[in-house]
T-cell receptor, first 117, second 111 residues
Framework: GAVVSQHPSRVICKSGTSVKIECRSL??????MFWYRQFPKKSLMLMAT?????????EQGVEKDKFLINHASLTLSTLTVTSAHPEDSSFYIC?????????????FGSGTRLTVV | QKEVEQDPGPLSVPEGAIVSLNCTYS??????FMWYRQYSRKGPELLMY????GNKEDGRFTAQVDKSSKYISLFIRDSQPSDSATYLC???????????FGGGTRLMVKP
């Protein structure tokens, strides 16, 4: 599977501020990146799919204006939580879409734990 | 009914036991099957992947897929306390599709 680097691993921010999470695909060019959110003791919930050079695709119920996704290059996708509130506190994880290599398994970033106070 | 069902546990076993983790699914289009291990506050780690039906072994881990029954399993031999984690099954129909996850099973291996 792909090698994925996600930063930061942990962030605490004040309500109303914005937080940017970076996800890099280190060993192959990812045209799309999956962004997940995970609540405690729950499975991963797909939030959106970023696409290099075009707009992200958001899942139903996910606010586009709150969770800004940018896929600036084939190796970097970012998720910005804007005007964060305590209810945005969660674990966010990225995963590059391996495309035709999908049969070799999908890999994930190490995750970002966001706490909004 | 969820597309992929997985018993949430927790499953508690003594060290050295053989662990069996399972998922059932309803979509016959799924062809690729993956198992992930997730430690608390970490991203999922890919353990095993299999294509179509059959078995695959890697060290202490064996993955089995029975497409006719829509049932997949992960066996862990000689379980260790370090195996204590949440195990997620995931599957896709075609390479490049988004993953469909099970809810995860929490495993505790007691020394």
């Amino acid at each position: 599977g792909a090698v994925v680097s996600q930063h930061p691993s942990r962030v605490i921010c004040k309500s109303g501020t914005s937080v940017k999470i970076e996800c890099r695909s280190l060993d192959f060019q990812a045209t799309t990146m999956f962004w997940y959110r995970q609540f405690p003791k729950k499975s991963l919930m797909l939030m959106a799919t970023s696409n290099e050079g075009s707009k992200a695709t958001y899942e139903q119920g996910v606010e586009k204006d709150k969770f800004l996704i940018n896929h600036a290059s084939l190796t970097l996708s970012t998720l910005t939580v804007t005007s964060a509130h305590p209810e945005d506190s969660s674990f966010y994880i990225c995963s590059p879409n391996p495309g035709p290599r999908g049969g070799y398994g999908y890999t994930f970033g190490s995750g970002t734990r966001l706490t909004v106070v | 009914q969820k597309e992929v069902e997985q018993d949430p546990g927790p499953l508690s076993v003594p060290e050295g036991a053989i662990v069996s983790l399972n998922c059932t699914y309803s979509n016959s289009a799924f062809q690729y099957f993956m198992w992930y291990r997730q430690y608390s506050r970490k991203g999922p780690e890919l353990l095993m992947y299999t294509y179509s039906s059959g078995n695959k072994e890697d060290g202490r881990f064996t993955a089995q897929v029975d497409k006719s029954s829509k049932y997949i399993s992960l066996f862990i031999r000689d379980s260790q306390p370090s195996d204590s984690a949440t195990y997620l099954c995931a599957m896709i129909g075609n390479a490049g599709n988004m993953l469909t996850f099970g809810g995860g099973t929490r495993l505790m291996v007691k020394p």
